[in-house]
């Protein structure tokens, strides 16, 4: 089913498929906004918002079938922006000036990679795992380990929270099994491919500082996901 959604939208212009695109952008930055403005949000509730919403770009554009150099492109200028904003006020309630974290422009930056490495072997489910793990697992964890987190610990002096991690594993193994899923089916490897996701991933948020886990957790869960089907499929 997968499969035919993409053979149908892959011969759309061009310029439908980016429109597509900036409009899906578009409405998560009017739903930031709107959070902030009117109904008075919580900053980290207005980045998570954004945090979240920007990631399932990747899947549009996995199933528009976008080309790479887009994707890149696309980085490229967000790497570019987010880099300028922390010295700027170009993202107020995403980034503030000053802030200790190069989390966004990571963020950015490693759409940028995972596009041209998945693209580019014609796999791009990997890209998805990877982006969606850092969007949804990383965005719930924090969310949930801010206003929730009752059990503390620390890692490389950073302070995490049992709730947080547990959310992150949970939603990162979901994320992955869906995807899996969708392309490998119903195999025994699909749930241990993607158990092996979830906890590297958790792992890697837990011991990340100065928002280095938005490169990481991507990375990472995408080149692991890869490494384990091709060994454990013999592709």
Same mark, same amino acid.
């Given at each position: 089913?997968?499969?035919?959604? !993409? ?13 597509t ?19 008075? /949000? ?8 954004v945090?979240? /919403? ?11 079938? !976008? ?18 904003? +922390? ?17 966004t ?13 998945f ?10 795992? /990877? ?7 990383d965005g719930?964890a ?5 206003h ?8 490389? /002096? ?6 947080g ?7 990162? +193994?979901? !994320?992955s ?10 195999v ?7 158990l ?10 837990? !011991? ?28």
């Amino acid at each position: 089913m997968l499969s035919s959604v !993409i053979d149908l939208t892959s011969i759309s212009p061009l310029w439908l498929q980016i429109t597509t695109v900036a409009v899906w952008v578009l409405l998560i930055l009017l739903i930031a906004w709107v959070v902030k403005r009117f109904a008075k /949000g919580d900053p980290e509730i207005v980045r998570k918002i954004v945090h979240i /919403g920007t990631g399932n770009v990747i899947l549009l554009a996995w199933w528009l079938d !976008i080309p790479a150099s887009v994707g890149i492109t696309a980085s490229i200028l967000a790497s570019t922006i987010t880099l300028l904003s +922390y010295r700027f006020p170009i993202l107020p309630g995403i980034n503030s000036v000053g802030r200790q974290s190069l989390g966004t422009f990571f963020y950015a930056v490693s759409v940028g990679i995972l596009v041209a490495w998945f693209w580019h072997i014609q796999q791009p489910q990997y890209a998805a795992i /990877g982006i969606m793990v850092m969007a949804w697992g990383d965005g719930l964890a924090a969310l949930i380990g801010q206003h929730f987190g009752k059990h503390k610990y620390k890692v490389l /002096g950073a302070q995490k929270s049992w709730e947080g991690s547990l959310t992150m594993a949970l939603v990162s +193994y979901l !994320i992955s099994s869906l995807i899996l899923l969708s392309v490998e089916g119903n195999v025994w490897q699909t749930w241990v491919v993607s158990l092996a996701i979830a906890l590297a991933a958790t792992t890697l948020e837990a !011991i990340s500082f100065l928002g280095i886990d938005n490169l990481t957790v991507p990375l990472g869960s995408a080149a692991l996901a890869f490494m384990l089907i091709e060994i454990l499929l013999f592709k």
